[in-house]
């Protein structure tokens, strides 16, 4: 019987050491395989947009015959991420006699007046004016610009006069 006990202990033997053997065969190809490789991706779209940073409200001028000069009328945010940059127009409502205008709203007579966008005239080939065109993205904070409007004191007719201003951006 001591016999196989012993043949018995050996063979238990023989089969532990072919286990671990296996486990440090197992282990040995686990440490070759070290790293993993995770996929990842996203978008980040293209996001313009201009807003007005002033209180909201109509601009009123109270008595027109008295022409007004460079009035500021709203401070223009400019915000793109556009890898190619951006451009805002300005599209103006009563354009009349190659210029922006007031129109009253009885009379259809109009009082022609002048925009400055950031110090610069702007210039109206139609109705539609190019503020700002450029190549490159804003900060994330964007850039601040003013919007000043001016007209010529005069006699003009007694109406009530109105225009509407309409600022688009887009990217390029």
Same mark, same amino acid.
């Given at each position: ?9 050996r ?15 197992? /282990?040995? %190809? ?6 993993? @490789?995770?996929?990842? @991706? ?17 601009t ?5 015959? %008295?022409?007004?000069?460079?009035v ?12 190619? /940059? ?18 009253? @709203? ?16 702007v ?6 004016a ?6 490159? %993205?804003? /900060?994330?904070? /964007? ?12 006699a003009?007719?007694a ?14």
């Amino acid at each position: 019987m001591a016999f196989m006990n012993r043949k018995w202990g050996r063979l238990f033997f023989a089969a532990a050491a072919l286990g671990a053997a296996s486990l440090l065969a197992g /282990g040995a %190809q686990a440490a070759n395989n070290n790293n993993v @490789s995770i996929p990842l @991706s996203g978008t980040v779209p293209v996001t313009c947009t201009v807003a007005n940073n002033s209180s909201g409200t109509t601009t009123t001028f109270s008595d027109m015959t %008295q022409g007004a000069s460079n009035v500021l009328i709203g401070t223009i945010t400019e915000t793109c991420n556009g890898r190619s /940059g951006y451009k805002v127009t300005l599209t103006e409502q009563n354009f009349s006699a190659n210029q922006p205008s007031f129109k009253g @709203s009885s009379s259809g007579s109009v009082i022609p007046y002048t925009l400055s966008y950031n110090g610069s005239t702007v210039n109206f080939p139609n109705s539609t004016a190019t503020l700002t065109n450029s190549g490159s %993205q804003t /900060g994330t904070n /964007g850039v601040a610009k003013a919007l000043n409007l001016s007209f010529s004191a005069g006699a003009y007719t007694a109406d009530s006069y109105s225009d509407t201003i309409t600022i688009t951006m887009a990217s390029n």
